[in-house]
């Protein structure tokens, strides 16, 4: 009772009669309410015997019942009084005394507090970190670039030069990362168990061992497997990162909302079981071998994964909830028929720079560098007739990464794909254009994008290049300077006009009517003029074929000029 008393003395003063009711708990807790029948027993024979004399109604007390039962289940300490020591606990508990009836939900979807929650977040970032994969960390790298010299798995796009200067530029994107090295490496095959050959392997393993400058190695290709990792970390002795885990890194760094954060969290998991292959043999000495049985008598491997699991379950759900909210939003655009214009392009192609000199929304801030934007964000742009345009921004793409980094994000880019058209922005002045355009294809391929959809490759920093070196192929632009812009537009108009079915007419309304407000209202109004009589005006209207019909219905005698 002890427990109790103290609860009741540290609320009493805030909460009124509550010293009444930590006396009718005291006698209905410690009866032990093991289920949600007996908390009712229990709080009705209370009620019953103190004659209806609780200062608030029963269902408050069933209602708390139930939260401490709750409580009792999901966490590993089943001392209902150690539990009540805690304030957040305690203070839960007298909320759904008083009537609050959100207090379940703060515990169990908000705060999220059980020691069992607390002990899967404490084992995921011990994995984490066992992986080298936590934010902040200081690093001084060396760049190994492999390459296959031939076969039909080289690749004819590109060179290992511009792979390695790309990959210098995904390390500089990282704060207190610094490349101190690059070294070209040829490869007959990139699935050897070491990826090396066993001289370039023995030559690269005294190199990196012997400088003691030299903190983690970057290894420039896709995906390394579990083996491949586990080989690579013992002979050289430092972290070993491929594309998969610094783009992750750096995804890390640059996610804000809540939605981008999720989503790079649910890009970490697959990445994470793949490492766990590798440590499925164990690392000698370290005692956390498949072998060794933890908690449950399973293996640390097995609890690592199950581990893996439950986080995977709980991200998904949320994404989920977010999925339909912005299920609701393109619902709402598509129902107003507002048409949408998608921007993608490999990372740093200008999108963001496009945006805000189509829109000169202040407040979009481009950066110069990777991945700058990772939220799919909607901005609201007219054309020269009048007409409203969602501009989609999107997360940039990127060439040679696994597909399930790009999945993580597949459901928020959906809803970019689902646009009316596509402007493929590419950088005219890149070295690598033609491998960044390829990727962006490829990409976009693997969206599934609708190939009736019309999309538009539009060449942007032309500024950057010779005038004899710019491409006649297709249009033109300098985003940051505003050349070729009025083309751009003139383009974007055209075909969403004739996309979105919108058609021009010709109509006679009165001056000030209810169908003028309409039309303003429902449809786009391009121009106006008068006509010899005042009292009427004749308006250019850009409509759809369903504000047309609502517009024959609500006001079948409107005098059509254009028939």
């Known amino acids: 009772m002890n427990n109790v008393s103290e609860l009741k003395s540290r609320y009493n003063q805030i909460y009124p009669a509550f010293g009444s009711y930590t006396e009718c708990m005291s006698r209905a807790l410690f009866t032990g309410l093991s289920s949600s029948i007996l908390g009712f027993s229990t709080a009705f024979c209370v009620q019953h015997l103190l004659k209806n004399k609780l200062p608030y109604p029963i269902i408050n007390l069933i209602r708390c019942g139930s939260v401490i039962i709750r409580m009792t289940t999901c966490s590993s300490n089943q001392n209902l009084s150690a539990l009540l020591k805690s304030p957040r606990h305690a203070s839960l508990c007298v909320r759904s005394l008083t009537g609050d009836r959100k207090s379940e939900d703060d515990y169990f979807k908000l ?33 190994v670039q492999p390459f296959v010299k031939w076969g039909p798995k080289k690749n004819e796009l590109t060179t290992p030069d511009l792979m390695l200067e790309e990959a210098k530029a ?3 994107s990282l704060p207190n990362w610094k490349c101190i090295d690059t070294l070209k490496v040829p490869v007959e095959s990139l699935e050897k ?6 001289g370039q ?47 992750l890194q750096i995804f890390k760094e640059r996610a804000k909302t809540r939605e981008a954060k999720l989503q790079v969290a649910f890009a970490e998991i697959p990445y994470l079981r793949s490492c766990l292959v590798g440590l499925q043999k164990g690392s000698k000495g370290d005692g956390r071998g498949s072998a060794t049985i933890v908690g449950d008598g ?34 709402e655009r598509k129902k107003r028929e507002f048409p949408v ?12 720079t496009l945006i805000k000199s189509l829109t000169g929304d202040s407040n979009m801030q481009p950066q110069d560098g990777l991945f700058a934007t990772l939220d799919v964000t909607v901005h609201a742009f007219k054309l020269p007739c009048n007409l409203t345009v969602l501009l989609v921004d999107t997360v940039g793409f990127i060439s040679n990464i696994p597909l399930n980094l790009i999945a993580a ?17 590419q950088d005219a002045s890149h070295p690598d254009k033609e491998n960044q355009i390829a990727a962006v294809n490829d990409t976009l391929k693997q969206l599934n994008i609708d190939s009736a959809k019309p999309i538009f490759q539009v060449e942007n920093k032309i500024d950057k290049i010779r005038p004899e070196n710019v491409s006649a192929s297709c249009l033109q632009i300098s985003a940051q300077y505003g050349t070729g812009l009025e083309e751009m537009i003139e383009l974007i108009q055209t075909k969403l006009l004739e996309v979105t079915n919108h058609k021009l007419l010709r109509l006679m309304v009165p001056s000030g009517s209810s169908e003028y407000s309409w039309l303003h209202k429902e449809a786009t109004v391009v121009d106006y003029s008068h006509t010899e009589n005042p009292q ?22 409107i005098r059509i000029l254009n028939k």
């Open 111 to 143: 705060e999220l507090c059980s020691e069992e929650n607390n002990q899967d977040n404490h084992d995921y970032k011990d994995l984490v970190h066992r992986m080298h994969l936590f934010p902040g960390i200081r690093n001084q790298v060396v760049i």
């Open 170 to 172: 995904l390390i500089d």
């Open 193 to 198: 168990k070491n990826v090396f050959g066993s």
């Open 201 to 247: 392997f023995e030559s690269l393993q005294k190199k990196i061992v012997k400088n003691p400058n030299i903190s983690a190695v970057f290894v420039n290709v896709n995906l390394l497997r579990g083996i491949q990792r586990k080989e690579l970390t013992t002979a050289f002795r430092v972290p070993i990162y491929d594309r998969y885990s610094i783009v």
């Open 298 to 331: 399973e293996s640390y491997y097995d609890s690592k994964l199950h581990l893996l699991e439950r986080r995977e379950l709980k991200i998904k759900k949320e994404l989920e909830k977010m999925h339909k909210k912005r299920a609701l939003l393109k619902y």
């Open 341 to 352: 214009v998608a921007i993608v392009g490999y990372t740093n192609s200008g999108k963001t």
């Open 409 to 425: 994000f597949k459901a928020t880019l959906n809803d970019a794909m689902d646009a009316d058209m596509i402007i493929h922005l």
């Open 536 to 557: 009427y005006l004749i308006l250019d209207v850009l409509i759809t074929p369903t504000v047309f019909g609502k517009l024959r219905s609500n006001y079948p005698d």
